[in-house]
């Protein structure tokens, strides 16, 4: 292994065997969400099919589900190949996106302004829509503060859309590093930095619990007294992975001796985190969620969202950040083992499946150079390619926790998500678009 703390050695992995066919499924799948009238048709069978029409809806301002993720897609797609046009395809996904901004839209990563604004980022690269990212920033950074002033105002536990990486602070901070760093960037990052420090405080992590009233009804008999989130999309671990890039990002400048508290933050999330491993069949996993007095719920499938492969993956990052091997070293073991299992995810999508497990495994062979990470990614690859149909209307289908089939063309959870992975597997180096994930 290279490393085990310190600043990741440069990548020389060379390109899976299967990167040429990667490429051209990416590609194919790429040119259906770029047809207007099969985009079309997908946005309604999603409406139609999906378990969960409240947020699995198409909204074109979102990063999640609209035309925001697509112009992300097709930032990608032109850095691959700059003479294709996939830069005139994302300008006008992005047009829509703008569009479809209201007055009142939430500033959150994955559905709101900090998604256009990262979208427009990764675009435009640092010369192109400088206008619109100035005017994007005139919405967004002088709303964060009232935001964090609202947390820091709420007594007892903080519901989780306030701070998680989908709709809340996290997210907004993910959005703010993926992109070039100015002083209204940075003096924003620090204002969110504070508010995710306080909310690490205190034995247990009080402020993180989910109360009773605030879970699911069909959720309720698993977790009648609520629970503590062990996901990244919405829990402790998205937090973890959001100081320790805070930390470990030279860009920001002076984040760590401004907030003193980050790194005594950071380690008391990463300790919680480490408390909550379990071991299943002899390999360390972690559950979706924590109960009160109950200790772990059930294990979660290996995903980004939830599961070992997210999970581990921020407490990597936060032994980095706080120079700790342990850490580093647990990350590693549970994720081998995680790559050792012969249970894949059902879906290929980024969020929950095949695609967000390729692209951690990937990171973690970058990192590390261990050879079973560069085997384990080669198998997962192969397995995202052999479920390629293109008799299916986007050449995938999203499987929904739930067990629906949906027609998903969404980046989250659905195509576009599926091209990112499959291009990134191609590259020997960190994706762009990888710290929206909070992965690198």
Known sequence: ????????????????????????????????????????????STAATTAYPESTRWRPSTLALGDAGLALCCAELHAHNPDAGWDRVGHRFLGTAVAG?????????????????????????????????????????????PAAERIDSTDGAVPAAAYDVISGLAGCAAG????????????????VAGVLVRLLDGDGLPRLATPPEHVLAEQRAEAPDGWT????????????????LLALDRRVGPTVTELPGLLPALRRGAAWVVGQAVTVDGRTEWPRVVLPG???????????????????????????????????????????????????????????GLAGLLTI???????????????????????LLDRYDPDLPLSYRDVEPAGSLVDNPGLLSGAAGIVLALLAATRPDVPAWARLFLLA
Do not use: I, K
């Open 361 to 383: 495994t990937r990171l973690f062979w970058l990192d590390t150079g261990e050879p079973a990470f560069g085997r384990a990614a080669g198998r997962v690859l192969t397995e």
């Open 229 to 244: 989130d062990c996901g990244v999309a919405h829990g402790v671990p998205g937090l973890v992975a959001t100081l320790a």
């Open 176 to 191: 703010l590093l993926a992109r070039p760093a100015d002083p209204g960037v940075r003096a924003a990052l620090v204002e």
């Open 294 to 352: 109950a200790g772990a719920g059930r294990p979660a499938p290996p995903g980004w969202c939830y599961g070992t492969p997210g999970v581990a993956r921020a407490l990597w990052l936060a032994g980095r950040a706080l120079d700790e091997p342990c850490h580093q070293r647990l990350a590693v073991d549970a994720m081998l083992a995680a790559c050792r299992s012969d249970a894949l995810p059902r879906s290929p999508a980024l969020c929950h």
């Open 101 to 145: 901004l209201t007055d009142d839209a939430p500033l959150g990563l994955f559905g709101g302004l900090s998604g256009v604004a990262a979208a427009a980022g990764q675009l435009g690269g640092a010369q192109r829509y400088r206008r619109l990212r100035a005017q994007l920033d005139d919405r967004l950074l002088p709303a964060l503060r």
């Open 1 to 44: 292994m290279r490393l085990l703390s310190g600043d990741p050695v440069p990548a020389t992995s060379p390109a899976p065997a299967d990167a040429g066919r990667a490429r051209s499924v990416a590609m194919a799948v790429a040119a259906r969400l770029a047809d207007r009238d099969r985009l079309a048709d997908a946005v309604t």
